[in-house]
């Protein structure tokens, strides 16, 4: 068997090499105009009218680069495109080597000869550039591609000034202070590991560091929304207008933290103004989904500014109006997906099919013999709301040895009683055979906060009285 398997990895590993050949020699093939007398330097040299950009080039070092066996692609806008330059970019040194690393690749493309194919490409001077049809950014190409031994060079009739990133212009700009301010806000230090001295590992393999470790700003949107400052990925980002921000903040400011009501509703605004991929706004639907999963309802006529960004775009609005409902949804807590039991007992992990052919998964804890045994659920970050509730507990089915009814209750943890503990809030008759769901009743936290929650037996050892089984609670919103 391990022979057969042995010669099956081999095979396939030779057909995908030879797929691989294959491709790379029709590309080869392609390639007719191919000088490999001379490299990509050599090349710009002859090019009268690349003078300009050249010049750039000898002068921040890179000629050097494009002289080497690496392969490189090279759009170079002409002189005339050059004229439209700002003159503080060739003024200054680190700017201009920003500018021409910003129209330099390493690796070799081609032209697509599919419509709206897009190359996302990494570029010398760590910035990505899109490059589509016969276009590289904002920037047209004049003629063909000149084929050399270790690259291509492209001539375009624009020149491409490196962009700043989604999050350097969020930091620059101040069209949207209170939104800034509030997600700067969420940055945090943390030991820069990377340069801090480790001196052992504790039990668990964690590193243990020298004192006085050295320190590094961290933000938690960066972690629990987006990093805006990744140059891979492209995102679609909205800043608010102050105006706009406190509208939003105070709308959810009674659903959110009773310490500080309208910093907390900020987090549930800014969560949601970024949408992954590039909306421009001509082609800015009505709505959007965010990177956390809300709508985001949009009004082109609300977008003030829009810029292009290195790893995507910005539009500054003066209103986003969020429907409360999509800031504030309905969630369900699924059986299968407990956080703990109260006892070392067998949990049954079970899926299964409905009286309509439809498959869902559960759990059941059956004559485990303990009187009130839990089994423990949790949600973080309730909103302040009144929740219908729901429950759907499916018993009797087939090979289900549970066929008697029975009753189980759910108990919630009281944060804010003076002597916290779970209370109970609904009982649950489960009766055989019923696939519709039960409606328990209502509750609403008495503030925001993790939800907390007890499945509890009866208060019997005995089989068949203290089961439990569990599908899903659901928690249905009842918003003004």
């Known amino acids: 068997m391990n022979k057969k398997y042995l010669i099956y990895i081999t095979l396939l590993a030779l057909s995908m090499g030879l797929y691989s050949c294959k491709d790379n020699l029709e ?10 007398t001379v490299d990509l330097s050599q090349r710009l040299d002859t090019q009268g009218d690349l003078s300009i950009f050249n010049g750039y080039v000898k002068s921040t070092g890179y000629d050097k680069l494009l002289a080497t066996a690496q392969n490189y692609t090279v759009w170079a806008p002409t002189n005339t495109a050059i004229a439209s330059l700002d003159p503080a970019i060739a003024a200054d040194p680190v700017k201009l080597k920003e500018f021409v690393g910003n129209h330099i690749a390493l690796s070799l493309y081609q032209v697509s000869v599919k419509p709206n194919d897009t190359l996302r490409i990494k570029l010398m001077n760590d910035k990505y550039g899109n490059f589509i049809n016969s276009t590289f950014e904002e920037g047209n190409i004049v003629g063909s591609g000149q084929f050399v031994k270790n690259g291509v060079l492209y001539k375009i ?4 000034p490196s962009k700043l990133s989604i999050w350097d ?27 801090a001295t480790i ?10 560091f020298a004192p006085n470790p ?25 800043m608010l207008q102050d105006a706009a921000f406190a509208a939003e903040s105070a709308k959810l400011s009674s659903f959110f933290s009773p310490i500080d009501p309208n910093q907390n509703a900020a987090f549930y605004v800014v969560k949601d103004l970024t949408v992954k991929g590039v909306y421009t706004l001509d082609k800015l639907p009505d709505t959007l989904i965010s990177v956390r999963g809300a709508k985001v309802p949009l009004n082109k006529a609300n977008v003030v500014k829009s810029y292009r960004s290195s790893n995507g775009i910005v539009h500054v609005l003066r209103a986003l109006p969020f429907r409360v409902k999509d800031k504030v949804p309905e969630f369900k807590i699924e059986g299968e997906r407990l956080v703990n039991i109260s006892a ?35 949600r973080a970050n309730l909103p302040v709301v009144k929740y219908k509730v729901y429950s759907r507990a499916i018993s009797g089915a087939l090979g289900d040895s549970q066929v008697a009814a029975f009753t189980q209750r759910y108990f919630i943890f009281n944060l804010n009683s003076t002597t916290p503990g779970y209370t109970l809030a609904f009982t649950h008759l489960v009766n055989p055979l019923t696939y519709t769901e ?20 009866a208060a019997s050892t005995a089989q068949n009285v203290n089961t439990l089984i569990l599908d899903y609670l659901r928690f249905e919103p009842v918003l003004p």
Request: aromatic residues 12%; without cysteine; hydrophobic residues 30%.
């Open 27 to 36: 590309v080869h093939n392609e390639i007719t105009n191919a000088d490999n």
């Open 157 to 160: 009739d624009q020149p491409v």
């Open 169 to 195: 212009y969020m930091q620059q700009s101040t069209d949207a202070n209170l939104q800034k301010n509030y997600i700067n806000a969420l940055s945090i230090s943390v030991i820069d590991s990377a340069n």
């Open 199 to 208: 001196i052992g590992y504790n039990a668990s393999g964690t590193p243990i």
């Open 214 to 238: 050295p320190m590094i700003a961290r933000n938690t949107y960066w972690v629990n929304v987006a990093d805006l400052r990744d140059e891979s990925q492209q995102y679609t980002y909205f």
């Open 344 to 378: 070392s007992r067998t949990v049954l992990y079970r899926t299964k099919l409905d009286d309509k052919g439809k498959e869902y998964k559960d759990i059941e804890v059956y004559n485990h013999g303990i009187s009130e045994f839990g089994v423990f659920y949790s």
């Open 438 to 457: 039960t409606y328990l009743g209502e509750y609403t936290p008495g503030s925001f906060g993790p939800l907390l929650l007890r499945l509890t037996s």
